[in-house]
């Protein structure tokens, strides 16, 4: 599986940003699907996931009520709606296919053994 992420840019605080990522290939081995990011300097953080055939949908306590996570299964594509940004959700964000299935805990520690990584999308919030 390929995946493309997209939709970044430079914002101010409050405002409102929607990330998108492609996929592609062997999109029909996809059970779950999450979305990280990493500012610079510091380790990489899980932000949301939704397992691909129910669309139940999980969030990292910090962006839980401002971004919600979404797929749209027959085209393959996972969406980011973040609202009320802050400057510290500056960071790269990157998209996540497992292709086995994880549990939460084990997809925000980055899933299975058998997982892709999109390149990321920059996202600035300035203040």
């Known amino acids: 599986v390929q995946l493309q992420a997209c939709g970044g840019g430079l914002v101010q605080a409050g405002d409102s940003l929607r990330l998108s990522c492609a996929a592609s290939g062997r999109t029909d081995r996809i059970q779950v699907m999450g979305w990280f990011r990493q500012a610079q300097g510091k380790e990489r953080e899980y932000v949301a996931g939704?397992?691909?055939?129910?669309?139940?949908?999980n969030y990292a306590d910090d962006t839980k009520g401002r971004f919600t996570i979404s797929r749209d299964d027959a085209n393959s594509m996972l969406y980011l709606q973040m609202n009320s940004l802050k400057p510290e959700d500056t960071a790269v964000y990157s998209c996540?296919?497992?292709?086995?299935?994880?549990?939460?805990?084990?997809?925000?520690?980055?899933?299975?053994?058998?997982?892709?990584w999109g390149r990321g999308t920059q996202v600035t919030v300035s203040s």
């Open positions: 939704i397992r691909w055939s129910s669309g139940t949908t």
């Open positions: 996540l296919a497992d292709l086995e299935g994880s549990s939460w805990y084990g997809l925000a520690r980055g899933g299975s053994s058998s997982v892709s």
